[in-house]
């Protein structure tokens, strides 16, 4: 029986609206009827796209991502013949016959608190709150303000195209997903983030950066509550921006954080785009909202670093040209 994360060996039916898959070098892959794949099984919940998990035997099923994820459709928005279908033919095995799981390649972290540099958190409260973009503008700023940025991104199911903006502001990102069972365990979800979550900050500590953007999905089928409460994020975050669609997101994200004593410093995301919004979050919420112009400000380094853990210069910061911080 297919597990999440195995690699499996299949043919395309149909390749139906999508017409090709992502490399890891970001090239584009064009698909054809009647080619061999080699996909990985996965759970996706997208909400404008597809719902999709992974079948119970080798049945044919879809291609629900374009970097690669196969799965079987449970429910969509989209047209469910967006999706490429597949047949799957065998999973790929290793020279003793055991089937391979991207699990099998977790990285291990030598990473230690006190060596490590400055760590922000982006945390999406629902889907679509803007965090990618909350991430990327961060990214800018704090290269503006003369700091060597690295970016990671923690996701189910990681998107080559949702990762282009921090790649475009920084040489130094990374991705990475995780084949997690559909009803499995908080605390098997817990230990597999929490694994991924430092095989990310040791990758990006080898790269000599000065302070690290680390995007949480929201899609992670409540993995993100599980994995903030765990010690791994306790031991690596200096900040938190909390980034929402709606103020009442927003509030409820932000006070249970102050529960687990996580440090939230401001609020991003789309609400930040809507004039009502920001008002009603001033009203609500004890910490200020800020948009694209002030996350990519080099002030944005005072705003959210108060205790002045950054190797910059926070005076100089916040002497210069006032932002657009909302206060």
């Not at 928005?77 to 290793?94: C, F, H, M, T, Y």
């Not at 990285?107 to 608190?113: D, E, M, R």
């Not at 990310?200 to 950066?209: P, Q």
């Not at 948009?291 to 916040?318: F, K, M, W």
Request: aromatic letters at 4%; one cysteine or more.
């Amino acid at each position: 029986m297919p597990k999440a994360g195995d690699l499996v060996l299949a043919k395309i039916i149909a390749t139906r609206r999508q017409k090709h898959l992502a490399l890891a070098n970001g090239h584009k892959s064009p698909l054809h009827k009647d080619e061999y794949v080699i996909l990985c099984y996965g759970n996706r919940y997208a909400p404008e796209q597809y719902e999709a998990h992974v079948p119970e035997r080798l049945e044919p099923c879809q291609i629900v991502s374009v970097d690669g994820i196969a799965a079987k459709l449970h429910s969509w928005q989209r047209p469910a013949n967006s999706a490429a279908e597949i047949k799957p033919l065998g999973l790929v095995g290793d020279e003793f016959g055991r089937p391979l799981n991207i699990n099998d390649w977790t990285g291990k972290s030598n990473a230690q608190k006190n060596q490590l540099p400055f760590t922000i958190a982006v945390i999406g409260m629902d889907a679509n709150s803007g965090q990618t973009t909350t991430s990327a503008q961060l990214l800018a700023g704090l290269t503006r303000a003369g700091l060597q940025v690295g970016a990671a991104k923690v996701t189910a199911s990681p998107l080559q195209h949702d990762n282009a903006p921090a790649s475009d502001y920084s040489g130094h990102d990374s991705q990475a997903g995780y084949g997690y069972p559909r009803r499995s365990p908080s605390t098997r979800k817990q230990q597999q983030l929490g694994v991924m979550l430092d095989t990310l900050i040791s990758e990006l500590c080898t790269r000599d950066v000065e302070a690290i953007i680390l995007e949480i999905s929201d899609c992670l089928d409540g993995a993100p509550e599980s994995l903030l409460a765990s010690q791994h994020v306790s031991r690596h975050l200096d900040a938190i921006i909390v980034s929402a669609a709606g103020v009442q997101k927003a509030k409820a994200g932000i006070d249970w954080l102050l529960q687990k004593k996580l440090p939230v410093k401001a609020v991003s995301g789309t609400l930040s785009n809507s004039p009502l919004h920001v008002e009603q979050a001033r009203k609500m919420i004890d910490f200020p909202v800020l948009d694209r112009t002030a996350l990519s400000s080099p002030h944005i380094v005072a705003q959210i670093d108060a205790a002045g853990l950054c190797p910059v210069n926070l005076e100089q910061c916040r002497d210069a040209e006032p932002s657009a911080v909302e206060k």
